[in-house]
């Protein structure tokens, strides 16, 4: 695909993409948008250290909570202003990450994640318990939305699902534009090198710990962003969505959407938002197709959905290119 035509096609996105809430005209299906979004950035996350280094963490909802519950604390209990409070969350959960994530990787394979999944019960658990401060399985509710934004006279309110949308939807481009930066960098490329065999990174006299732990913590971070978030949109917390199931679906999204892409957690982000709520009209056998597609998608699609399709595009572009190619004249 030439340059130019990757331009047009991030263009076309872009412009569908800003357009897209004035073409909903129903409220709902934007408010999976926003949450897609929202899990995109936390897909994005997930990617750095799944899909670049190889390591699958089980952690990135508790991540995501530590993320929610620090920018709800601060701007609810505390009473900073909401806009400073999403934008200490991250740091929040990115500190705690690079606490726990320097001795969980000195251990590889099954047992980190074994590891990540501890951590994960952990957070969910305290928050569960320290009911004092976060409110329990009771949950803190009136967490305020940002304030709106005045630029250049135009006034951007994020009091509506549509204001709140451009938000995300800049969040979740930042978190790709992050990840492309760092898959073309030094760093990106020591990663996948762990991906492929950590133990030539470390013959080399390179340091692989050192860039397991930069992605781990920068998963922690878009963690704790996507978490802070959620919590001004949805507008009330409780320690339930950041279960294991969140950090499984994080893996799930990043999976069936493309390790190691780019877009891949973006398409698997919204499939894994959408899909469920598209299987409700089948409420007794949700679960059932759920995973049964799920389970057909690994099967037949392992390296995701983006891959595959870039790979059928090349093909046919492959064959287009032979048959436009002019033939030799057979004649003498």
């Given amino acids: 695909m030439s340059r130019a035509l990757r331009v047009g096609i991030g263009a076309a996105v872009a412009l569908a993409a800003l357009a897209l809430p004035h073409a909903l005209t129903v409220p709902y299906f934007l408010h999976l948008t926003i949450l897609a979004c929202i899990w995109t950035v936390l897909a994005q996350g997930q990617n750095l250290v799944q899909g670049f280094s190889g390591y699958v963490s089980i952690a990135a909802g508790g991540f995501m909570a530590i993320g929610a519950y620090a920018s709800a604390l601060l701007s609810v209990k505390g009473g900073w202003p909401v806009w400073t409070s999403m934008a200490l969350a991250p740091f929040v ?185 598209y299987l409700r009209v089948a409420d007794t056998y949700r679960l059932v197709v759920y995973g049964l597609l799920l389970v057909l998608a690994t099967i037949f699609m392992p390296r995701g959905i983006v891959p595959m399709v870039s790979r059928g595009f090349r093909g046919m572009a492959t064959r287009l290119a032979a048959a436009l190619r002019p033939r030799p004249d057979p004649t003498p």
Avoid: C
């Fill in 93 to 277: 959960a990115a500190a705690l990450a690079l606490v726990v994530g320097y001795p969980s990787l000195r251990v590889k394979g099954h047992y980190f994640a074994i590891v990540t999944l501890a951590y994960n019960l952990v957070i969910v658990t305290v928050l569960n318990n320290y009911e004092s401060f976060t409110g329990g399985e009771a949950g803190m509710p009136n967490i305020q939305r940002p304030a709106a934004l005045v630029l250049g006279g135009l006034q951007l309110s994020f009091a509506g699902r549509e204001g709140y949308y451009y938000l995300v939807l800049l969040a979740a481009a930042a978190a790709t534009a992050g990840g492309a930066l760092v898959l073309h960098s030094r760093v990106g490329r020591v990663l996948i090198a762990i991906r492929q065999n950590e133990m030539v990174v470390d013959a080399l006299g390179v340091a692989a710990w050192r860039y397991k732990l930069f992605a781990f913590v920068a998963s922690g971070f878009l963690a704790g962003l996507a978490g802070a978030l959620y919590a001004h949109f949805i507008g009330f917390l409780n320690p339930e969505p950041f279960g294991t199931d969140q950090s499984m679906n994080a893996i799930l999204a990043v999976t069936l959407g493309g390790s190691g892409t780019l877009l891949g957690p973006i398409v698997g982000a919204f499939l894994v938002v959408t899909l469920p709520e």
